[in-house]
């Protein structure tokens, strides 16, 4: 009776331990999450210009700069290999910052193979996306870069 013991009790161990040790990566992951966000939203800005480069398998991969007033997108400018202005129906292929935070919230949520982020020290926003949805799929990752992004305050 105690042989089947030792074996079962050290495999509930492991199964529980990395039970717990998701629950603590999804937490720290939440943490900082909502840290940034509010670093984000107590800066007050809504009126913002960003460069974007989101490179996926998908409709848009590439740069471009990414205006933003009032938490919505007026314009986006694509640049390679000439600057075209991208159409108006197009515009939600693109984020905001908030998009950005909204969308590291459902990876994490989602529980997603992988996912790293790093923020802007001074205003808390997603400077960096790498997604893995899914381990064994192909093409369902997705990596967005949020750099430059200048307040606009006129």
């Not at 529980?16 to 943490?31: A, K, M, T």
């Not at 314009?75 to 984020?95: C, H, K, M, Q, Y």
């Not at 908030?98 to 001074?122: E, G, K, S």
Request: hydrophobic share 40%; proline share 3%.
């Amino acid at each position: 009776m105690q042989r089947w013991k030792t074996p079962f009790v050290v495999s509930l161990l492991f199964i529980l331990s990395g039970c717990l040790i998701g629950d603590v990566l999804g937490s720290g992951r939440q943490n900082e999450l909502d840290d940034n966000r509010k670093k984000w939203l107590d800066a007050g800005i809504a009126n913002y210009t960003y460069r974007q480069h989101r490179s996926c398998f998908c409709f848009f991969a590439g740069p471009a700069y990414v205006s933003v007033i009032n938490g919505e997108i007026v314009s986006v400018r694509g640049f390679w290999p000439d600057t075209i202005d991208i159409a108006l129906e197009n515009f939600n292929i693109f984020d905001t910052v908030i998009d950005l935070f909204d969308m590291v919230d459902d990876a994490i949520d989602r529980n997603v193979h992988q996912l790293d982020v790093t923020y802007d020290q001074q205003f808390g926003f997603p400077t960096s996306i790498a997604i893995d949805y899914q381990e064994n799929t192909i093409d369902d990752e997705v990596t967005i870069t949020a750099t430059a992004l200048t307040p606009n305050t006129s």
